[in-house]
């Protein structure tokens, strides 16, 4: 059974910076791309970042460009997202997901962790 448990979030001054980490058990971590994804309040959920099972390849969204980074560390069964020069509709639950291939599309995804807070004040 795939579990996936985020950790990092918190409140952080506009500009700051915050680094995501998502924990995945129960299969093989490297068969699966990892996805960002993140929900502020009354939103649908969007796609942030993506990297594919072995880190060679990464998509970003446009808000995400050039501010943040995603990586991943297979030996840890761990992938992150470094969040720098944060705004306040940088705002919202994260979530980490994990597909079978790479994709940018939320029903492309298999398993999804339950989300950690972002808060960022102006």
């Known amino acids: 059974q795939v579990q996936l448990v985020e950790s990092g979030g918190g409140l952080v001054q506009a500009g700051g910076s915050l680094r995501l980490s998502c924990v995945f058990s129960?299969?093989?971590?490297?068969?699966?791309?990892m996805g960002w994804f993140r929900q502020a309040p009354g939103k649908e959920r969007e796609f942030v970042a993506v990297?594919?099972?072995?880190?060679?390849?990464?998509y970003y969204a446009d808000s995400a460009k050039g501010r943040f980074t995603i990586s991943r560390d297979n030996a840890k069964n761990t992938v992150y997202l470094q969040m720098n020069s944060l705004k306040p509709e940088d705002t919202g639950v994260y979530y980490c997901?994990?597909?079978?291939?790479?994709?940018?599309?939320?029903?492309?995804?298999?398993?999804w962790g339950q989300g950690t807070q972002v808060t960022v004040s102006s």
């Open positions: 997901a994990a597909a079978p291939v790479l994709s940018y599309q939320r029903d492309q995804y298999n398993y």
């Open positions: 129960g299969r093989t971590f490297s068969a699966f791309a």
């Open positions: 990297i594919s099972g072995w880190g060679r390849t990464t």
